[in-house]
């Protein structure tokens, strides 16, 4: 018997809708999806007569976020002093800057350790080797990986810990393993002369993380000792560049699709340049949606963010808690159905979350605090608004 399911049952219609999700819209109205588990799930969609966004107010666990968080970030000795950005029980994502080499190694008892270089470079040497990292990398360094970064100069890191699961691949479904990217692509550390060279009989320390607090070994030698190592846990680095976008030219497609690694609870997505679709009649943007199970972050790593507007430069990060509509900026709205550019620009980290992320103690300046009333502005696309009752055409 086979354990097929018949999976023909169709969406229920009710007033105007369109028959297709994220095109052909009926005239004067915004869509709005409202969806379950990130986009795989069950989904309506509604059409409204003025946009989801165009709020008078909004506050409390529901106020949209936003933060520069390169731009207030202290340079810190180690990556357990980096400022810490905002965390749950199974992620951390923090903002590290460092200008020196680190005179100690580090060891993540808690979880596996993601790092996105934003800018600069230079080397990581850890219990498998060397490898070297710039602009544009992730590197996924196991649980319990000792390690230390030599950089090149000023760099800063954003680090994604995945505290209670491993980092994995993400289910690739009908695209098939060898996209976005081919695993073949990874790069992994090696024993070279480079890593030979720093192995020495010097006292060294390694602060390992464990519980949140942090523990001091010491050596009276350089454990990163190895002569060599066999087996299929090891560090592997993947460069933004070898990502290559799966796109449509009919229909905007949702960011699930830009799914890089996984954990049980979250998943870190790679927003990267793609050509814009060409069906007039298809959304051009971001959608507005309610991705109700999810926490959405997202860092700005280079170009323009289509959906965010001017206001929003490298180094910048938003954060859109569950239980309110997310969606294009006021100031890209024209732009919804008319890009004014063939291809986008933007390369981004996103984490969505199905746990609820509370904001850390963030530094002087770190946070941009006008940000949530920067929708305002949606309400002069708002036909039966009070304050401004401009018609869409007018608009």
């Not at 588990?37 to 309506?44: E, K, N, P």
């Not at 709020?55 to 002093?81: C, K, L, M, T, Y």
């Not at 963010?305 to 001017?310: I, K």
Request: glycine share 8%; with cysteine.
């Amino acid at each position: 018997m086979s354990n097929a399911k018949w999976n023909f049952a169709v969406p229920h219609f009710e007033g105007t809708a369109s028959r297709q999700a994220h095109a052909d819209i009926p005239a004067g109205s915004f869509e709005r999806e409202i969806g379950r588990d990130g986009f795989y799930g069950a989904a309506s969609h509604m059409y409204h007569r003025n946009p989801p966004t165009a709020w008078e107010e909004i506050d409390g666990p529901v106020r949209p976020r936003a933060f520069n968080p390169v731009a207030s970030a202290q340079v810190s000795a180690s990556p357990w002093a980096a400022c810490e950005l905002l965390y749950n029980a199974h992620v951390r994502i923090r903002m590290w800057r460092s200008e020196a080499a680190m005179d100690h190694l580090v060891r993540n008892a808690d979880g596996d350790e993601l790092l996105f270089v934003h800018s600069g470079g230079g080397d990581i040497f850890c219990d498998y080797g060397h490898i070297a990292i710039e602009a544009g990398d992730y590197l996924l360094l196991p649980r319990g990986s000792m390690w230390r970064l030599e950089p090149s100069g000023p760099t800063d890191i954003l680090m994604i810990e995945s505290t209670r699961a491993p980092y994995r691949l993400p289910e690739r479904g009908l695209i098939g393993r060898h996209a976005p990217f081919d695993p073949g692509v990874f790069d992994r550390p090696v024993i070279d002369a480079d890593f030979r060279a720093q192995q020495g009989s010097r006292p060294w320390k390694i602060k390992v993380k464990r519980g949140g607090r942090i523990g001091t070994i010491g050596y009276p030698y350089n454990p990163l000792d190895a002569i060599g190592w066999k087996g299929d846990l090891y560090p592997v680095r993947l460069n933004m560049r070898d990502i290559r976008a799966i796109v449509s030219d009919r229909m905007h497609l949702p960011p699930s699709i830009r799914t890089t690694f996984a954990s049980d609870r979250f998943v870190v997505c790679s927003l990267i340049p793609r050509p814009m679709e060409t069906d007039p009649r298809a959304i051009k943007l971001p959608f507005f949606h309610n991705n109700d199970d999810y926490d959405e972050f997202i860092f700005y790593h280079s170009g323009r963010l289509s959906s965010r507007g001017s206001a929003f430069q490298p180094g910048m990060a938003t954060f859109h808690p569950c239980g309110f509509t997310h969606g294009p900026n006021p100031e890209t709205l024209p732009h919804m159905f008319k890009y004014p550019k063939p291809v986008t620009e933007n390369q981004s980290v996103m984490v969505d979350t199905l746990d609820p992320l509370e904001v850390a103690e963030l530094p002087p300046g770190c946070e941009l605090k006008d940000y949530a009333e920067s929708w305002k502005a949606s309400i002069k696309y708002a036909p039966d608004a009070t304050t401004n009752p401009l018609t869409i055409a007018e608009s």
